[in-house]
Nanobody, 120 residues
Framework: QVQLVESGGGLVQPGGSLRLSCAASGFSLDAYAIGWFRQAPGKERERVSCISASDGSTYYAKSVKGRFTISRDNAKNTVYLQMNSLKPEDAAVYYC?????????????WGQGIQVTVSS
């Protein structure tokens, strides 16, 4: 069965860094686009980043551009989100999700989410 599991979240001070991982099982990530999303209490879900399978192109929300980096390791069936210069407004539950090939439509499968807290 398709499964996505996030890890690497936790508590960090403003200006700090975290690296989130999303490990896939039950399928191979190499033919899928992978996105990272986040949702804070009382707020709508936001697409943070996405990486396509076709050409490896990446996309970032304006709010994180220049601070976050998405990458993939198909051999490990894992995608990463490196988060630097974290701000309190980055605090949220972060989800990874996939869809075939590119980032142009609704995601097909979702992970369970992982908490990121940014505070002093």
């Amino acid at each position: 069965q398709v499964q996505l599991v996030e890890s690497g979240g936790g508590l960090v001070q403003p200006g700090g860094s975290l690296r989130l991982s999303c490990a896939a099982s039950g399928f191979s990530l190499d033919a899928y686009a992978i996105g990272w999303f986040r949702q804070a209490p009382g707020k709508e879900r936001e697409r943070v980043s996405c990486i396509s399978a076709s050409d490896g192109s990446t996309y970032y929300a304006k709010s994180v551009k220049g601070r976050f980096t998405i990458s993939r390791d198909n051999a490990k069936n894992t995608v990463y989100l490196q988060m630097n210069s974290l701000k309190p407004e980055d605090a949220a539950v972060y989800y990874c999700a996939v869809r075939p090939f590119d980032c142009s439509g609704p995601m097909s499968s979702w992970g369970q989410g992982i908490q990121v807290t940014v505070s002093s």
